[in-house]
């Protein structure tokens, strides 16, 4: 799977974001999916900036042709994966809506397996070692599911949230309420 794209293409992504929030020039840290803990969560706040610093340190050791997640905007590739994301993590989306962006002009992104976040998240201590192979699947665009992973001595897998690393201009693209294609249907 070719997971970086850097192109002039439109690619249409999408973001829970506040209802007052405006494309492209959102705050990235409260769309970051993971940006912000809740609240009086230092346990969780600690693995996030853990699991961060790791990613950022391959990323620029191996991975310097993808965006780096402290300076692109954090989307989802379909509405599926949107979806499937507030399923997994219903207070991160509380109060927020769904919205298709648009790119405009060159840009860069890349698709990765948000699941892969969940599972540093978790807690549990990871060696160094495994902390790299971890690392190491989430940059090369490796689904969770393609991957044994045990988590206290029991198989662990989740559904596959990709997420779109995006650096670029983007737009809203207004929804249109009604499909015309079939009558009845929104």
């Given at each position: ?172 693209v207004q929804?249109d309420a ?9």
């Amino acid at each position: 799977m070719n997971h970086l794209i850097k192109d002039s293409a439109p690619l249409e992504l999408y973001a829970w974001l506040e209802a007052d929030s405006e494309l492209p020039g959102w705050d990235i840290l409260t769309n970051h999916p993971f940006g912000s803990s809740l609240p009086d969560d230092q346990l969780t706040t600690v693995q996030n900036y853990f699991a961060e610093y790791h990613l950022e340190y391959v990323r620029q050791r191996d991975f310097q042709t993808f965006p780096s997640r402290l300076h692109a905007l954090l989307l989802f590739a379909t509405r599926v994966d949107a979806e499937t994301f507030r399923s997994k993590h219903p207070a991160r989306v509380f109060g927020k809506h769904l919205v298709r962006a648009r790119s405009h002009g060159t840009y860069v992104c890349s698709f990765h397996d948000a699941s892969w976040l969940d599972y540093l998240r978790l807690p549990h201590s990871l060696s160094l070692a495994a902390l790299e192979e971890v690392v190491n699947h989430y940059w090369r665009g490796t689904l969770v599911e393609e991957v044994g992973l045990r988590f206290m001595d029991e198989a662990w897998c989740e559904p596959p949230v990709i997420e779109a690393l995006f650096q670029g201009q983007l737009e809203r693209v207004q929804s249109d309420a009604s499909s015309h294609w079939l009558p009845g249907f929104a």
